[in-house]
């Protein structure tokens, strides 16, 4: 079983707000991945990290979303300024090495 | 680009049947595939993961997969379906660098009726 954590489970905001979820990764695995699920299960690669650097990201990321793995404390994944579109389920995932990912439970975003 | 197409949205098997959920994919190159189920309001958990090597691979609880390279498809299986195996199954595909993203099918939703 997976022993990532994220929190909060749940997240509502009103458009405009903040919104900051955070993440503990597997011990001792260095790769972080967060993606977006939709409604639609339709699932959209934010940004990735190895140890506290990024590896990759989209342009989504660069604009309104902000993310940080610092050493010895979770990584989070932070919306400046939620829109309705945003509404979606958030997940991190770590991964020691060859690929396989172990993802946490979610945390689901609901912009009102 | 890399992708994979899951073509069957919604899947409803007899529990004790056998399964077959389809996975077809776009990739230049060899590809990593992988296997993933979402139980209701939870995260995703591997089932299995294919790299380059024997095409049948084998998974949890009794599922196994296929790669084949004519056919761009990584099917799974799963010879007899109990009434828990009933989630939501997706299929990714990833490039062989480490650390590298993988992309995600839609999903095929597994129903299983007695």
């Known amino acids: 079983n997976s022993k990532v954590i994220q929190t909060p489970r749940y997240l509502v905001k009103g458009q405009g707000q903040k919104a900051k979820m955070r993440c503990i990764p597997e011990?001792?695995?260095?790769?972080v991945f967060w993606y977006q699920q939709n409604k639609n299960n339709e699932f959209k690669f934010l940004i990735n990290?190895?140890?506290?650097?990024?590896?990759?990201q989209i342009d989504m990321t660069e604009k309104r979303f902000s993310a940080e793995c610092p050493s010895n404390s979770p990584c989070s994944l932070e919306i400046q300024s939620s829109e309705a579109g945003d509404s979606a389920l958030y997940l991190c995932?770590?991964?020691?090495?060859?690929?396989?990912?172990?993802f946490g439970a979610g945390t689901r975003l609901s912009v009102l | 680009a890399q992708s994979v197409t899951q073509p069957d949205a919604r899947v409803t098997v007899s529990e004790g049947a056998s399964l077959q959920l389809r996975c077809k994919y776009s990739?230049?190159?060899?590809?990593?595939l992988f296997w993933y189920v979402q139980y209701p309001r939870q995260g995703l958990q591997l089932l299995l993961k294919?790299?380059?090597?024997?095409?049948v691979v084998q998974g949890v609880n009794g599922f196994e997969a296929e790669f084949s390279k004519s056919n761009s498809s990584f099917h799974l299986r799963k010879a007899s379906v109990h009434w828990s195996d009933w989630a939501v199954y997706f299929c990714?595909?990833?490039?062989?660098?480490?650390?590298?993203?993988?992309?995600f099918g839609t999903g095929t939703k597994l129903q299983v009726v007695p």
């Open positions: 294919y790299y380059p090597g024997d095409p």
């Open positions: 990739y230049f190159g060899t590809p990593y």
């Open positions: 995932a770590s991964s020691l090495e060859q690929n396989t990912l172990y």
């Open positions: 990714a595909v990833s490039m062989s660098n480490s650390g590298t993203y993988q992309r």
């Open positions: 011990k001792g695995h260095p790769v």
């Open positions: 990290f190895q140890n506290q650097e990024v590896l990759q």
